[in-house]
């Protein structure tokens, strides 16, 4: 595979320039192209430039809209609702997390309940902006079929991530993001892209049979949920938090719904967040430092979120793949 070295700030304003030639204002793109940035920082590779060409035939299908202004709601002082106007999530979470983290930090506990968003990125950098508040983050949301559940060979959950972050003033926050899928689609694409194989147990090919294939997965297969009944549980459970509390489409919804242009279906999110201030009381930081300390000074740990902490340390340029990146300029061509 060839690439080619991108500053971050090259990096930024090839999304921007991508976006806003293909229909977003600069409000919108600005929100996709800084996390699409933070994605290429951190190493999320298949959450970065990866995920453009779909964001912009979903611009220029009309699906997402270029121009959207999400809005908010306070249901209850603990509850907040969210209605996107068919943005882009980065910009649902730019607005909706503030008015989250200040119900939190009133009552203890606050739910962000997301609905008419278009989701396709990592799901870390809203539960650490969550933490930035020096609140517990907790997110999770759906997608279109891709993941049979355990024992079925026909798709029903999104690859259905889940999301946590813990914080720690003064320090970088515990976060983990996680598909309920034994890969991420996008880390399945990627393989397939580069010609890799992927672990036994991550899919099933067009006929039900296991594969090392990626491509047999794409093309007609389905992906497993991690842990077999565990993952699948998990899936099910992020499918309700989702699509049932926050009153969306669940998968299989969001796919009969869809225009099939290859972008994000519409669809739902649900951000928990909790105060560790009001609910655990005085002296919280420390006790839970005690825990994380020796957890971490353990042979052979590793915390979860580290390594995408110590990524984001380097300004270096970082290696896009060199056909990804002369496909995106091609999207400014027309």
Not at 243 to 263: I, P
């Amino acid at each position: 595979m060839t690439t080619s070295p991108l500053t971050l700030e090259q990096i930024h304003d090839l999304a921007m320039s991508c976006l806003t030639h293909n229909g977003a204002d600069e409000l919108n793109a600005r929100a996709v192209a800084d996390l699409m940035t933070a994605a290429e920082r951190d190493g999320s590779h298949s959450h970065g430039l990866f995920r453009l060409p779909a964001h912009v035939t979903a611009l220029r299908s009309g699906k997402v809209k270029g121009n959207a202004r999400p809005t908010t709601k306070l249901v209850t002082p603990a509850v907040v609702s969210l209605h996107g106007d068919n943005a882009f999530a980065p910009l649902a979470h730019q607005i909706g997390i503030p008015v989250l983290a200040e119900a939190a930090k009133q009552t203890g506990v606050g739910v962000l309940a997301m609905t008419h968003v278009h989701h396709m990125a990592a799901l870390w950098p809203e539960v650490e902006a969550v933490a930035e508040h020096d609140l517990v983050g907790l997110a999770c949301t759906t997608y279109m079929p891709a993941v049979a559940p355990a024992g079925a060979r026909e798709a029903l959950f999104g690859t259905n991530p889940i999301a946590f972050a813990w914080p720690r003033p003064g320090k970088t926050p515990v976060v983990f993001d996680m598909a309920t899928a034994a890969m991420a689609m996008g880390e399945v694409q990627i393989s397939a892209r580069d010609g890799h194989d992927v672990p036994l147990g991550t899919g099933l090919d067009k006929d039900g049979n296991a594969t090392t294939n990626p491509k047999e997965i794409t093309d007609g297969g389905v992906l497993l949920p991690f842990g077999g009944h565990k993952g699948s549980a998990i899936a099910m459970m992020v499918e309700l938090l989702t699509a049932g509390l926050a009153n969306e489409s669940f998968s299989f919804e969001a796919k009969e719904k869809d225009n099939g242009d290859g972008g994000p279906p519409q669809g739902g999110q649900f951000i928990l967040a909790l105060s560790p201030e009001i609910i655990a009381g005085e002296g919280w930081e420390a006790h839970c430092d005690t825990f994380l300390d020796r957890m971490s000074g353990l042979d052979g740990v590793r915390m979860p979120g580290e390594r995408r902490h110590k990524n984001r340390t380097s300004n270096e340029p970082r290696n896009i793949n060199t056909a990804l990146v002369e496909k995106i300029r091609g999207l400014m061509e027309s």
